[in-house]
């Protein structure tokens, strides 16, 4: 009896020894297994997913990694082509993007990005006759929402980017940028922050600048409201026209058609190259027997006040002094110029201005055309 209750034993510790090994050893490759599994399925996924994405747009679409978890994603090496074709799109070395998934499978919220970043990478939009990017916003299911309710990321930044616009004869690139959007979940209000190197292009001239702005822009099923904290211009260049430095402020509001502007530029140059300002030197030359005393480079103010009814300017420089009111309900302008031995005034109703100046008739009548041409351009750009 003891002979078989030992061997019972024995039996017994051999089973559990077993288990104990096969308990160990599962402990040990598990890790490992699960690394493997979770990297095959994640690259199945990855692929399928990938795949589709490209096939439902047809756009290639290639990247070199991507990691992510219950919380974020990265995906590097990104590049996105144009619609059937080999041209690029957009790339960008890496883009995160940070949600709380579980929270909206298991609450079924709507889809709720906390943060997109891209980093040092570009996107290029380009009208032939239609936009490059227009295939893909057909995709999108239609939603009659304002935009405000519809935009879903909270944080949205473009680190080191370049951004090229181009349409016809017209080119922008916003090179080296960093721009960011903030914005809460169904507010109307949006933060915006950018600073760039500006390239326009149109098809006779350039302009060059640097750009660093802070706005807040309200925006529901229309634009409402443009306020700056901040918007800073350096080395600015348009032809003949430069400036090292300009600051600006400008609050707009569009419901009430109110708009509130402030420039300041520092080192302004280019006025005495123009035609216009040659053909008054000459004028005056012959008057006064002397050139007109205008220093360039030069520092000036600017204010306007619009709303509905009044458009107010006012600059004022060491060099000059220009006013002009102009009253839409009267249909009046009232227009002054000044500096040294050189005084302009107009008092009368738009596009029929009677100049007053100490200029010959000729000058007068080159005024009279500035005149008209500026009324028609104020008129229709502040409707």
Same mark, same amino acid.
């Given at each position: 009896m003891e002979g078989n209750e030992?061997?019972?034993? +024995?039996?017994?510790?051999?089973?559990?020894?077993?288990?104990?090994?096969? *308990?160990?050893? =599962?402990i040990i490759?598990?890790?490992?297994?699960?690394?493997?599994?979770?990297?095959?399925?994640?690259?199945?996924?990855?692929?399928?997913?990938?795949?589709?994405i490209s096939k439902k747009t047809g756009r290639k679409i290639s990247y070199s990694k991507i990691t992510y978890s219950f919380k974020s994603f990265e995906i590097y090496d990104l590049e996105i082509s144009e619609k059937n074709s080999d041209k690029l799109f957009a790339k960008s070395k890496r883009l995160m993007v940070s949600m709380d998934l579980i929270n909206i499978l298991l609450n079924k919220k709507e889809l709720e990005i906390d943060e997109m970043d891209f980093e040092d990478?570009?996107? +290029?939009?380009?009208?032939?006759?239609?936009?490059n990017f227009q295939d893909?916003?057909?995709?999108?299911?239609?939603? /009659?929402?304002?935009?405000?309710?519809?935009?879903?990321?909270?944080?949205?930044?473009?680190? +080191?980017?370049?951004?090229?616009?181009?349409?016809?004869?017209?080119?922008v690139l916003l090179k080296n940028s960093d721009l960011i959007i903030n914005h809460r979940n169904k507010s109307e209000n949006?933060?915006? *922050?950018?600073?760039s190197e500006n390239y326009l292009s149109f098809t006779d001239s350039n302009i060059f600048f640097n750009l660093d702005i802070d706005s807040k822009i309200n925006f529901s099923d229309k634009l409402n409201r443009i306020d700056t904290e901040k918007l800073e211009i350096s080395d600015f260049s348009y032809n003949q026209f430069k400036f090292e430095n300009g600051e600006m402020k400008f609050n707009i509001d569009f419901s009430d058609k109110k708009i509130e502007y402030n420039l300041n530029l520092k080192k302004f140059e280019g006025i005495k190259?123009?035609?216009?300002?040659?053909?008054?030197?000459?004028?005056?030359?012959?008057?006064?027997?002397?050139?007109?005393?205008?220093?360039?480079p030069f520092d000036f103010d600017l204010d306007i006040k619009s709303d509905k009814n009044l458009f107010n300017l006012k600059i004022e420089s060491e060099n000059?002094?220009? /006013?002009? +009111?102009?009253?839409?309900?009267?249909?009046?302008?009232?227009?002054? =110029?000044?500096?040294?031995?050189?005084?302009?005034?107009?008092d009368s109703e738009l596009k029929k201005p009677v100049i007053k100046s100490n200029l010959s008739e000729m000058i007068n009548s080159l005024i009279k055309k500035v005149i008209i041409s500026y009324e028609d351009f104020i008129i229709n750009f502040f409707k």
């Open positions: 030992n061997q019972g034993k +024995n039996k017994k510790g051999l089973i559990f020894k077993v288990i104990i090994i096969f *308990a160990l050893c =599962f490759l598990l890790p490992s297994g699960l690394y493997i599994s979770r990297n095959k399925i994640k690259n199945l996924i990855t692929e399928k997913l990938v795949k589709t990478g570009e996107i +290029n939009i380009i009208k032939k006759i239609n936009w893909i916003i057909d995709l999108l299911p239609e939603d /009659k929402r304002p935009i405000n309710e519809r935009y879903f990321v909270d944080t949205l930044y473009f680190k +080191n980017f370049n951004f090229l616009i181009k349409k016809e004869n017209t080119e949006f933060e915006i *922050a950018m600073k190259n123009t035609q216009a300002f040659k053909e008054i030197e000459s004028s005056y030359k012959k008057l006064a027997s002397k050139e007109i005393n205008f220093k360039e000059f002094k220009i /006013k002009s +009111n102009i009253e839409r309900e009267k249909n009046t302008h009232k227009f002054e =110029f000044e500096t040294e031995g050189v005084s302009i005034k107009s």
